[in-house]
């Protein structure tokens, strides 16, 4: 059983600052996305990351999956309020079970006017 | 196509009484998915169907649960005998075999049992 673990789990700062969120295991995935959800809505799908130490940018988002695949990061630039929301992070296995997705318990991010 | 929707967004139901909550996904997506989210904890998957197929499910999902997906389109999932324990956000995701994997999810249903 692979344990997911989300860091920090809450995380409250003002407009403008930069941060960064953590998603760590003791598997190697195939691949990680990560996903935000508002609250009383579906998390909604950001980014896919697949090879080892990748890095994309979405906007002011930049995503970096480590590269022993085992380990992914989310970082914000000049967070906004509407940057509020949950993040979570969900790896892939490859085999059997690549269909289905495990959430990890995700890190709560206000960001403040 | 609107994405995948859920019915009702709402539903409150007095302990012992059975519920039943609908899944649209899109159109040409052959998985769908259940989860289950309570508070301070991420999405916790229940089941999963490959068309009409119903592949896994959780040792989350207890006798009460049933879940179908008559003719591999819209998708129910009912609770008999509901318990107080049972109140969460229900999500359905739906995705496709081929592309990234990733997910739609609906908006869910929110359930309070009382």
């Known amino acids: 059983t692979q344990l997911l673990e989300q860091s920090p789990q809450f995380l409250s700062i003002q407009e403008g600052e930069n941060l960064t969120v953590y998603c760590n295991s003791s598997s190697v995935f195939s691949s990680l996305q990560w996903y935000r959800q508002e609250p009383g809505e579906g998390p909604v799908l950001l980014v896919t990351?697949?090879?080892?130490?990748e890095v994309k940018k979405l906007k002011r988002l930049t995503f970096q999956f480590g590269d022993a695949r085992k380990d992914s990061s989310l970082h914000i630039t000049a967070a906004q309020p509407g940057d509020t929301g949950l993040y979570l992070c969900?790896?892939?296995?490859?085999?059997?079970?690549?269909?289905?997705?495990?959430f990890g318990k995700g890190t709560l991010l206000t960001v403040n006017p | 196509d609107t994405g995948v929707s859920q019915d009702p967004r709402h539903k409150i139901t007095k302990r012992g009484q059975n519920v039943t909550f609908r899944c649209d996904p899109i159109?040409?997506?052959?998985?769908l998915y259940w989860y289950r989210q309570t508070l301070g904890q991420g999405p916790e998957f229940l089941t999963y169907?490959?068309?009409?197929?119903?592949?896994?499910k959780s040792r989350l999902l207890s006798d009460r649960f049933s879940a179908e997906r008559p003719k591999g389109s819209f998708s129910t999932l009912e609770i008999q005998r509901t318990e107080q324990g049972d109140s969460a956000m229900y999500l359905c995701?739906?995705?496709?075999?081929?592309?990234?994997?990733?997910?739609?999810f609906g908006s869910g249903t929110r359930l309070t049992v009382v």
């Open positions: 990351v697949v090879t080892g130490g």
């Open positions: 995701a739906s995705s496709s075999l081929k592309g990234s994997y990733g997910y739609t």
């Open positions: 159109s040409e997506h052959n998985r």
């Open positions: 969900a790896p892939q296995n490859s085999g059997g079970s690549n269909y289905k997705l495990t």
């Open positions: 169907f490959q068309n009409e197929a119903q592949l896994e």
